[in-house]
């Protein structure tokens, strides 16, 4: 998708639509929030990435890992606060929502935290929301490069299917409304985060669903995908409940 090049004030560093600027001014207002369960494996390398990629504030929220995840994130620098509401990944982004909304910040990304994201990927996500152009954008790895191991044809096609019919219902085509990649305007975030009740991995859905139906401006950026680093969490028993979860807010 071509980001359309907006009139920016100087002092922000997307003004002259270069990542390299971008990277080395960083992001002041705003926060990275990394959903975390056992990724000891994997959280050095993507708070790493993270910085590099210029984002300062960087929130780990764990869901109780039982591994060595919060002090692997907490040596990195990043800020770790364990999660609030219960068990599971949607607990897990809401926690980070509600942090977010009481602190001076302005814009909300979030990634996977099992470095199948890649967290410079975000930058023109970033760069949609500054621009106007949208409250709400998703990482469609759909129509990103994607490594050959990263997503085989069950999730591409589960994901696909379930983004094409989730998209039709508001007349909009979408293809990876499941993503891991996410970036909220302050005023999104105060218009979803009341509305979020899922605990687990619908989560996703569930955000996007609500966005749309909240009149948001949402929209969708090409990025990569990696294979993960450490053991998934989604099983196939999830894929299912996913696929509840989708058809529930087709016919809400």
């Not at 764990?62 to 620098?77: L, M």
Request: glycine residues 8%; proline residues 3%.
């Amino acid at each position: 998708m071509m980001l359309v090049a907006l009139m920016a004030k100087d002092t922000d560093p997307l003004a002259d639509g270069n990542n390299h600027n971008l990277n080395q001014k960083g992001f002041p207002k705003t926060l990275l929030m990394l959903p975390t369960l056992n990724e000891a494996d994997a959280i050095q390398t993507l708070v790493r990435e993270a910085k590099g990629s210029g984002f300062k504030n960087i929130l780990v929220v764990d869901g109780y890992s039982t591994d060595r995840t919060r002090e692997v994130a907490e040596a990195e620098g990043a800020e770790v606060v364990l999660q609030e509401f219960g068990k599971g990944k949607g607990c897990g982004v809401r926690t980070g929502m509600k942090l977010f909304l009481e602190r001076d910040i302005d814009l909300l990304c979030m990634l996977d935290a099992d470095v199948t994201n890649i967290p410079s990927h975000l930058l023109e996500m970033v760069r949609a929301t500054r621009q106007g152009r949208a409250d709400v954008v998703l990482g469609s790895r759909i129509r990103g490069k994607r490594d050959p191991e990263a997503m085989n044809a069950l999730t591409f096609a589960s994901n696909l299917t379930v983004s094409l019919v989730l998209g039709a219902k508001f007349k909009r085509l979408f293809t990876d409304v499941q993503t891991g990649y996410w970036a909220f305007t302050k005023a999104a975030v105060q218009k979803i985060y009341p509305l979020l009740h899922s605990t687990g991995f619908e989560i996703e859905i569930e955000i996007f669903v609500t966005a749309l139906k909240a009149k948001l401006k949402v929209c969708e950026v090409p990025v990569g995908f990696r294979v993960r680093t450490g053991t998934s969490k989604f099983s196939f028993r999830q894929r299912f409940r996913n696929l509840y979860y989708a058809m529930k807010y087709l016919v809400s």
